[in-house]
């Protein structure tokens, strides 16, 4: 099992760019999720979904959308990048919503220029 | 919602000293207990977890104790090496999706 994979690892984008980050992942895992991680701030949860064709939003939501059209992917895309998105970006999967160990990909670094 | 504290936010220890990080949370319906471990540039990784009916859980030289009457559960690591140095992040589960603490940051000096 390759478990939660991420890419790109590391991106650069201009103010107003869009970009789609991919997550993806092979254990058959219902739930998945995106935070986002800064100095200070812990992981702050962005997007989430209980399975394939439900989304849902978390903490820091604007800026970003999801969808979810098969139970193995998971993207995030930026809408239009601004510098307060400049950030390590976590996708995370778990067999269930709730008590379920979290598995975490590599991480996207995000540099908006 | 779920609201976790996690104290101390940095925590700097000798080489062979115990260090303690201590998480508190509101929901009592909450019932699974996850710690993860982040070195630098990984990713977040599952080191030990506790569930509701259990107060106390060991792994060599980690620990994890919970007390739902007080709302709070604690990662304990004895003997600690400087390799233990990361960010660890309690986070807790229930009714709700998993909702983390800020991390507390261990520097283990040799």
């Known amino acids: 099992n390759a478990g939660v994979t991420q890419t790109p690892k590391f991106q650069v984008l201009k103010t107003g760019q869009s970009m789609t980050l991919q997550c993806a992942q092979d254990?058959?895992?219902?739930?998945m999720s995106w935070y986002r991680q800064d100095p200070g701030m812990g992981l702050r949860l962005i997007h989430y979904?209980?399975?394939?064709?439900?989304?849902d939003q978390g903490e820091v939501p604007n800026g970003y959308n999801v969808s979810r059209s098969t139970t193995e992917d998971f993207p995030l895309r930026l809408l239009s990048a601004a510098p307060s998105q400049t950030s390590v970006y976590f996708c995370?999967?778990?067999?269930?919503?709730?008590?379920?160990?979290?598995?975490f990909g590599p991480g996207t670094r995000l540099l908006v220029l | 919602g779920e609201n976790v504290e996690q104290h101390p936010s940095t925590l700097s220890v000798q080489e062979g000293d115990s260090a303690v990080i201590k998480c508190t949370y509101s929901?009592?319906?909450?019932?699974?207990f996850p710690w993860y471990k982040q070195e630098l540039g990984k990713r977040p990784q599952l080191i030990i977890d506790?569930?509701?009916?259990?107060g106390e859980k060991k792994d060599q030289r980690i620990a994890v104790t919970l007390n739902k009457t007080a709302k709070h559960f604690s990662l304990h690591i004895t003997e600690t090496q400087p390799e233990d140095s990361a960010v660890y992040f309690c986070?807790?589960?229930?009714?709700?999706?998993?909702?983390f603490g800020r991390g507390t940051s261990l520097i283990v000096h040799p």
């Open positions: 929901d009592s319906a909450s019932n699974y």
């Open positions: 254990m058959n895992h219902e739930y």
């Open positions: 995370a999967s778990s067999l269930g919503q709730n008590q379920e160990t979290q598995y």
């Open positions: 506790i569930r509701s009916n259990v």
């Open positions: 986070a807790v589960e229930g009714s709700y999706i998993p909702t």
């Open positions: 979904s209980v399975g394939a064709g439900i989304t």
